[in-house]
């Protein structure tokens, strides 16, 4: 198996950012891409401040920032990006047309050895992967958000995903300081379906009145120690995410357990969605 040296994230929003931040301080050689340039700079400036901030708290050395940016380059096309890279991790918005289209990118760009990882939390990555010369190359990496903080790794495998490329995918998320888990390429896979199902229900809760937010969100983290309640996590991943990731698995698995609740769809129509709009179920400041 061939040793992976050299990351190419494609995305530089929350998730792409932070595994290029993630994939940097562990010492991979790291390419972020963004189609758009303003949002790659965006991007790059914030990994540069976050790693600042470490510094001040003392939970990283100055010299460790220095190496880890030094190791962080952008690249002004994916072409560029992919060039002699070792593992390609898209991380673009849960559109699986999008996906399709860029894996076809990513497939052409990049080397002939090169591991394709999406960062799908809910799509089919065989469908993904079903477009390019290599599925058996090609594998989920499901990150967590926030990337640096999170332990767990969510590694799927497609239809046609190799043992060598799961192994490697294994071997890149202990590098990175993860904890992996390996799921068959089902709807939702395990963290998903069953974090999707719970917040559902929460929210089904809120509308009929059991219980306020804060307490059903307690009820969870104080009697089942969760550590954060399945509304507030649901506003900090955007209840916009959770409305197309439950539409997904309704229409996947035909379970009107995962059909979306009113109350979700209206707050999506009004705009309120979670802690990138300023207001949820909790309302949050800027």
């Known amino acids: ?16 950012r932070g595994i290029a931040q993630s994939a940097a301080t562990s010492g991979f050689e790291v390419r972020i891409f963004d189609a758009d340039a303003a949002a790659l700079a965006r991007g790059t400036a914030a990994i540069a401040d976050v790693l600042a901030t470490l510094v001040e708290k003392g939970k990283l050395l100055p010299a460790e ?12 096309s994916i072409g560029e990006g992919a060039a002699g890279t070792d593992l390609v991790v898209e991380a673009v918005p849960e559109d699986l047309e999008l996906k399709r289209r860029l894996f076809r990118e990513i497939d052409e760009a990049a080397p002939a050895h090169a591991i394709l990882a999406t960062n799908t939390s809910s799509l089919s990555v065989t469908r993904i992967a079903s477009v390019t010369r290599r599925p058996g190359a090609c594998v989920g990496m499901h990150f967590f958000n926030p990337v640096p903080v999170m332990p767990l790794l969510e590694i799927v495998r497609g239809e046609s995903t190799s043992e060598e490329t799961v192994a490697a995918a294994v071997e890149a998320a202990r590098r990175l300081g993860k904890e992996p888990i390996v ?18 229900e929460a929210i089904r809760m809120l509308e009929q009145r059991v219980a306020s937010a804060e307490d059903i969100d307690k009820a969870m983290t104080l009697g089942y120690r969760h550590p954060m309640g399945p509304l507030r996590l649901t506003d900090l991943v955007g209840l916009d995410v959770r409305l197309a990731i439950a539409e997904h698995l309704h229409h996947e698995l035909g379970s009107d357990a995962f059909a979306p609740p009113e109350l979700l769809r209206r707050m999506v129509g009004e705009g309120r969605l979670g802690k990138k709009s300023g207001e949820g179920f909790y309302r949050w400041e800027s």
């Open 1 to 16: 198996m061939r040793a992976l040296e050299k990351i190419t994230v494609i995305g530089a929003g929350t998730m792409g």
């Open 65 to 76: 920032r220095g190496a880890a940016l030094a190791r962080l380059r952008p690249a002004v």
């Open 183 to 200: 799921v068959r390429d089902a709807p939702g896979f395990a963290t998903s379906r069953l974090g999707v199902l719970l917040g559902l």
